[in-house]
């Protein structure tokens, strides 16, 4: 029995290592994925002479091969004949239940089209006539709404670059807008004028408010429907997703995902279906010809296993990270100071986050945003204050980590005790000003753990995302496995 009961936990090893962390998807050269996607099909009987013929359907949302990736196979029941971007399935004299399913493996590489020259706005005229179509309004992208219009000529108001423009506009929707999903969002797609005054949504919202934004400012933009990968506590985790295609003359298309704070470039973790003017155009069309005759269609079905990961993409930012005041009081203020570096000849956008720690408040979002121009190096803040209800017998080593989704991160540290100085948040602004006016210095220190005779309590750095890999069950299974052999 113990044989038994030894065998099934190391069986249960097995799937549990194969599951990937969030990392392993972000920086890998190329991801390998089994899709397969299902649809139930009912004809429905409306009257006493029904009879169906024929019955067709031509699905549009499926993967097919991309600049960023490559269908290695892919297979259909029941065949289908691939059309321009649609797989047409027929069924003479059809059952009244029936079922689709297009199995593929697909390649997702890590690469994107870098931009290395300014383009300067407007750009309507470096326009064709073929883009006038992602300039134009729909019945969801409805940017003639007034609040749409003053947001957007607000947010590209005196500036001449139009890699920064579209990274304003994707930065204020990340932040204005709740991802919630709610009874309004779940069953509808709501439109981006009711994003616009409501300042809520899921993805398909949240993107078409940015893809408005952009063509009431006259920048081409287009929809795109597809999965994304996203880890949870119980494992893996694929879902249906929605993101933007940016236009820029020369370059062409550019992906821009809000929901997930990715600009100009997405992980391999992101499977692309299609593209859309309107977040609302139908995956799937049926056409039968018969009597009396209806049709149901169940909700497509998403299943995705990642089979290989493969490389690590290259860094493409340095992060080093100081901090204003090496030994503050309690109650003290203090200020982080992140130096960020481009170390590519093109631009890069990347969302810089602020790890939270329990015995300090960070003033203002932890989040901010570094636009980077070609090997351009940027200085972000951020005014933090040491709580002033933690215990004043203790000192504190309080650990300072600058990091991205991607894994870049810089470390530094500063010590707070009751008998060292207190700065007030006024103290901390001027450091600000003279750092930027380049009158005030910080040495760059790099952050090394404490040991345990330094202090009598150190504090432990809370980190939201990204999610930390998930070996937790397997600990416990190998302790408990230990436990049976003594």
Known sequence: ????????????????????????????????????????IELVKKGPGYTVDLLTAELYNFPQDDTTQRILKRQTEPKSEKKDDMLKFRWPSPNPKLNIKVTSTVETRNEFNPLKEKITYPIRDQLDRGYDNFLKPTQFIDFLDPAIKTKAKELATEEDDLYIIVSRIANWVNKQ????????????????????????????EITGLFIALLRAADIPARFVSGISYTPTIEGEKWGSHGWAEVFYPERGWVPYDITFGQYGRIDPGHIKFKETLDPRDKPIRFEWYGRDAGLEAKDIKIKADIQETEGRADAVISILTRIAKKETGIGSYNLVTAEITNLKDHYITKEMILANVEEMEIHGSKKKLAVLKPNEKQKLYWRVKVKEEIDPEYTYDVPIEVYTQWGDVGTTKFRAKKDYPVYSLDDIVKIQDAIEAGEYVIQ??????????E?????QTIKKEPPKEKTGIIQKIIKWLKQIFR
């Open 177 to 204: 807008v709740k991802y919630d999903l709610n009874t309004k969002t779940e069953k509808a797609t709501q439109t981006a004028s009711w994003v616009m005054q409501n300042k809520q949504g899921v993805c398909d």
């Open 1 to 40: 029995m113990k044989q038994l009961m030894i065998l099934t936990a190391l069986l249960l090893l097995i799937p549990l290592a194969q599951a990937y962390n969030q990392q392993d998807i972000l920086n890998a050269q190329k991801v390998t994925t089994h899709l397969e996607l299902s649809q139930d």
């Open 455 to 459: 202090t009598k309590k150190t504090t």
């Open 444 to 453: 760059a220190k790099k952050y090394t753990p404490p040991k345990e005779t």
